[in-house]
């Protein structure tokens, strides 16, 4: 069993950027790919980022590729997400999620655990 809390959210202005959080509890977050997705208002979750067990490889939708990076420290049990260049229209709620699998899947199906999910605002 892997809980998993996100932190990080807030309001931002459009071109601003936040650093989002996820902490792990257990001893087997190294054996997890991390997953990072969001939930606009009225809209399906979508895929944002992943990135593999040791931080090898990632994985990036094309919306965010350039601006947004995720990174993690297995030794903090801790995955972040960089996002830079903030859009209004990626206000949505951010959520993070353990996969068992060794590599940086887009897929929801693929992911085991959630987090409760941080809230971005990005202003006009």
């Known amino acids: 069993q892997v809980q998993l809390v996100e932190s990080g959210g807030g309001l931002v202005q459009a071109g601003g950027s936040l650093r989002l959080s996820c902490a792990a509890s257990g001893r087997t977050f190294s054996s997890y790919a991390m997953g990072w997705f969001r939930q606009a208002p009225g809209k399906e979750r979508e895929f944002v980022a992943a990135i593999n067990r040791n931080g090898g490889s990632t994985n990036y939708a094309d919306s965010v590729k350039g601006r947004f990076t995720i990174s993690r420290v297995n030794a903090k049990n801790t995955v972040y997400l960089q996002m830079n260049s903030l859009k209004p229209e990626e206000t949505a709620v951010y959520s993070c999620?353990?996969?068992?699998?060794?590599?940086?899947?887009?897929?929801?199906?693929?992911?085991?655990?959630w987090g409760q999910g941080t809230q971005v605002t990005v202003s006009s």
């Open positions: 999620a353990a996969a068992r699998t060794a590599w940086a899947v887009r897929s929801m199906a693929s992911y085991d655990y």
